[in-house]
């Protein structure tokens, strides 16, 4: 059994009563969890597993495959403030897909998890900015060591390494001018 603070970043169905729930450790890195029964009403997991929650997670590495059992949920930060209106969703929602691009399964980068930690913190207590969209990718490119030329912009650096950048940066480009 291990124990680590973790970012949700992603649920997705799948059974009629289990999810599989994606999250972000520093420790481990991204990891995926199947939350057995989290889609019943009366499960054990009600209320601890949103898009965005800072958690406090205790899961059972399987041996066999990259899913592993999630045991336990305790929420440390619901992140409340990101959650009132849809550009600071949308913001989130998109720096969760350039984390989920830039990184692999089981590989720790305590500096992206930090980051990540960082950006919902700010979008907590901030509106969603074309600032801080710049900033975070910014600093991504950075920490990844990706940044390029001086002429070049993080967004076209991550492009070039990458070779796509998630669907939602130009419409966010446009919401947030």
Aim: charged share 25%.
């Amino acid at each position: 059994m291990e124990t680590t603070p973790a970012l949700l970043l992603r649920k997705t169905k799948l059974t009629e009563t289990s999810l599989i729930v994606t999250w972000f450790t520093e420790a481990h890195g991204k990891i995926q969890t199947v939350a057995k029964g989290a889609r019943q009403p009366k499960s054990r997991f009600a209320g601890v597993l949103d898009l965005f929650f800072d958690c406090e997670i205790q899961f059972a590495r399987s041996q066999k495959s990259e899913l592993h059992i999630l045991r336990e949920v305790v929420l440390r930060n619901p992140h409340e403030g990101l959650r009132v209106d849809y550009s600071r969703v949308a913001l989130a929602a998109y720096f969760v897909e350039l984390i989920e691009l830039v990184t692999e399964t089981d590989h720790p980068v305590p500096e992206l998890h930090d980051l990540l930690k960082r950006a919902f913190s700010h979008l907590n207590e901030k509106p969603a900015s074309l600032r801080a969209l710049l900033h975070f990718e910014t600093e991504l490119v950075r920490l990844l060591g990706i940044q390029g030329q001086e002429n070049v912009t993080p967004a076209v650096a991550m492009g070039r390494v990458y070779h796509r950048l998630p669907k939602a940066r130009p419409g966010l480009l446009k919401m947030l001018r």
